[in-house]
């Protein structure tokens, strides 16, 4: 960068060789922060903003260092380890610089473009090999809007394939200026019933709703871009023969859909949340049945639309 700082995101995990975060082989690079809280989430250290600091009970020897250092009296033994009372910590890591064990982490760090680009290029053989790219998830990456587009830019010149995963929650110009640089959406589809949207994700979707209609006239005018529409399927929640009709009716009234995904609702993400300190109001619900994937799938098909699980 000739002049000022070269911009920098915040990441909390990149992932390589990537099979399920778009077309081809992957690299993800998942941002901090995201507006929503979605029950199912399974990335949970992806929510806050800031470092989230986890706690992995299992590697803990019970030195006490961390507890004698912290100068705030935020941490303190319990029952199942190490607690943190957030409302006296400051985050100023040293618990975790003087953990032998690293039982304490801190889950976030800084990138620059070029670091981010650098690291996408290493994989460049697997994306030629197989119609991959980048793919940027969370998080929510239109949380960092201004960082999101460097990256998308920088890709672009590198010619390597870039998809965004995304709720919709964001700023409607972010969206449309994005929508210039992307090859791909992966855009989340939840609910359509304003009110339950509100209470399993804690906003409503009217914003994400708009945004999604805006982005696909964007699309089908410039010409280029797609977006294929992900559907996490979760017993109990979404999975209402009334709510996946209204989803349907959704994706058919778009002109951009390359792609519809099912994602079955899985429970992996479940220990992320006592590690944080977080509730996971999921309790013990199951994945869907085989079965129920199928009529779901099949629902779909009765419309017109190629939906597959996964992806
Ligand atoms: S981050 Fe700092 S204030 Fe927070 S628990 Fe650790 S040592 Fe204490
Ligand atoms: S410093 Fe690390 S190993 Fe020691 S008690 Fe704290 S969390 Fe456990």
Redesign the pocket.
Known sequence: MLFGKEPTGFIFDVKRYSIHDGPGIRTTFFFKGCPLSCWWCHNPEGISPLPAPA?HAGR????????RECTRGARSFGPEG?RLDSSQCTECRL?ER????R??EFVGKEMTVGELVSLAKKDLPFYDESGGGVTFSGGEPLMQPEFLLACLEALRAEEISTAVDTSGFCREEDILRVAEQADLFLFDLKLIDPKLHEHYTGVGNHRILTNLRRLDEKLLEQGRGHINIRIPLIPGINDSQENLEAVVDCVLSLGSVSGVNILPYHSIGANKYKNLGMEFKMGRTPPPAENEVSRVLSLFASRGIHAVKGG
Not at 60 to 67: E, F, L, M, P
Not at 98 to 101: A, E, I, L, M
């Open positions: 706690y803990c020897i019970a030195c006490g260092r961390c507890v190490v618990c003087v953990c032998p064990t039982a304490i």
